[in-house]
């Protein structure tokens, strides 16, 4: 983990996930202005963290040697990036904007152009570890954008998390993540389809969980959803209406690229059965409701 000097940052989007992560980087002594698209929430937390609030992206971002932002969607990006309040003409050359929101490839790399077009660093870094790893500081990062822009933000991005990877050009990062939503819908579904057959056999889930957790079919889902599956609780980290955005943006990416992706698919279909259900904000461990 390289070590970090103390710079003046911003970060735009206090969500469940940004909150906490621009806590983070006031913990580790940097000098940080927020911004949230409802001031309130940045005054929030301007007072628990003790940096200060912004009005606009342009404003948060001025002055500050790195930019980090994370929004919900492309529009989001879009808006928060550019235009003149936006986070872009706030800043000088040589500094590096972040985008840790889970977007298109496509976004990634209009930002990138943006960006070099003022002299100012872009990678995309979406971020895996839900809420529970925004809070704790255990983050997984996949970064796309040129290699002399990762080495300038790697020391800061290690500020939440437990793992930051340079994964290649811009785009890398998103496409990096869509993998991951990919495989994280396929376990969910796996586990569900085992838990619910473990509970029409008769059998005690939770003693069926810890004789398979620890083989061959463990996994990170497993160990910290699969209790709570049995328990019917999903009021845990990431929601079914951000998966369903996420897979989206999957589904969409390999159509232009020529992959194919049956059970990613199929699986959103079995989200947008949870949503129906009024399941829109229980986490995606709610796909075992179907069954």
Request: proline content about 3%; aromatic content about 6%.
């Amino acid at each position: 983990m390289p070590e970090s000097s103390s710079f003046p940052v911003a970060f735009l989007g206090l969500g469940v996930m940004g909150f906490p992560m621009a806590g983070h980087l006031a913990a580790k002594g940097h000098t940080v202005t927020v911004f949230n698209r409802t001031l309130a929430k940045a005054e929030q937390w301007a007072a628990k963290h003790g940096g200060k609030a912004a009005a606009t992206p342009r404003e948060a971002a001025r002055g500050a040697r790195f930019v980090m932002m994370c929004v919900g969607n492309d529009q989001d990006v879009e808006a928060v990036a550019l235009g003149p309040d936006g986070a872009l003409a706030g800043m000088e050359a040589g500094t590096v904007l972040v985008d840790h929101t889970t977007a298109s490839a496509t976004i990634a790399r209009k930002l990138h152009a943006a960006a070099k077009e003022r002299g100012v660093g872009f990678l995309d870094a979406p971020v895996s570890g839900g809420q529970a790893g925004a809070e704790n500081g255990q983050l997984s990062l996949m970064v796309g954008g040129d290699a002399e822009d990762f080495a300038k933000a790697e020391p800061v991005l290690w500020s939440y998390a437990k793992a930051v990877v340079h994964l290649g050009k811009p785009g890398a990062g998103q496409l990096t993540k869509m993998v991951n939503q990919i495989c994280i819908a396929g376990l969910v579904q796996a586990i569900s389809e085992g838990l619910a057959f473990a509970e029409k056999a008769g059998l005690d889930g939770e003693k069926v969980l810890a004789a398979i957790s620890q083989g061959a079919a463990g996994s990170w889902q497993m160990s910290n959803r699969g209790k709570t599956m049995l328990e019917r609780k999903f009021n845990f980290g990431f929601a079914v209406d951000w998966m369903r955005k996420d897979l989206g943006i999957a589904k969409e990416e390999a159509e232009r690229i020529g992959a194919q992706l049956p059970v990613a698919a199929l699986v959103d279909g079995f989200y947008a059965e949870v949503q129906e259900k009024g399941g829109n904000r229980w986490d995606t461990s709610a796909l075992i409701t179907r069954l």
